[in-house]
């Protein structure tokens, strides 16, 4: 028991957590940006908002938002003791730095870009994660004729429409649900808000970059026969395709119309 403990408060126990939390929010990333696509569908929000109450209200996925809340926190605050950490070993730093030469601007700056992520994951999580869990956006009625799927929609107004309510009704699919659609339409009006998400974006994919290579290594998967496919998934899954594709929505949404 005392050798795990002298493990987990060592250097090496605090990378292997920060590599273990760092690769399962890499997870997240992947399957909310799947969710996420379908703010482009061109169905007034449908797909999106019965997507949004599915993530908030099945089971098995809110259990794994609590595993997700806490790997947020763990990884920010197991970087902050690195941090010191690495701090204290050197008090002094060298009057020229040589190893900048050789090194990332990402790996020689992640504690800015960690920070700007974290400011970033506030601003997000209050914008749309309280708004909805505190009824802070409207409700919507979508009425989809089955046999033609012509969709009109409908704002609800009134305390009476407080549930998620999906039926049929004379082959009419009629969706009530919280309409999260519309709180991104009027978030992603406000340009600088805009420019905070996209500035987030390379934040996140320098600190992506970095990271997932960095994260495998640490486990040790950093044999000549993994390296190749790990930093190709490194630089153009997560550094290139995941933060163009988040950026993409709020510019889309503020310049739609």
Known sequence: MSK??????????????????????CTFLIVHLAGNLQLFYDDQGKAFNDYAHFMTHFTPIRIVSYLLYASIVIHAIYALLLTIHNRKARPVSYAVYRGSENSAWSSRNMGILGTVLLVFIVTHMSNFWWKYHNDGVP????????????????????????????????????LKAKDLYKQVQ??????????????????????LI????SAFQTLGFDHRKYA?????????????VIPIAFAAMPLYFYFSS
């Open 139 to 174: 409700y919507i009625e979508y009425r989809t004729d089955l046999a033609t799927q012509e969709t009109t929609v409908t704002e609800l107004i009134g305390d009476e429409y407080t549930d998620y309510v999906k039926y049929i009704d004379n082959d009419v699919e009629v």
């Open 4 to 25: 795990s403990k002298h493990l987990l408060s060592s250097s090496l126990g605090k990378k292997l957590i920060m590599s273990l939390t760092g690769l399962f929010l």
């Open 210 to 213: 970095h990271g997932f290579k």
């Open 186 to 207: 009027f978030t992603f009006k406000n340009w600088l808000l805009v420019a905070f998400y996209v500035l987030a974006m390379a934040a996140l994919s320098f600190h």
């Open 228 to 240: 190749p496919v790990i930093r190709f998934l490194g630089i153009w899954l997560f550094g290139v």
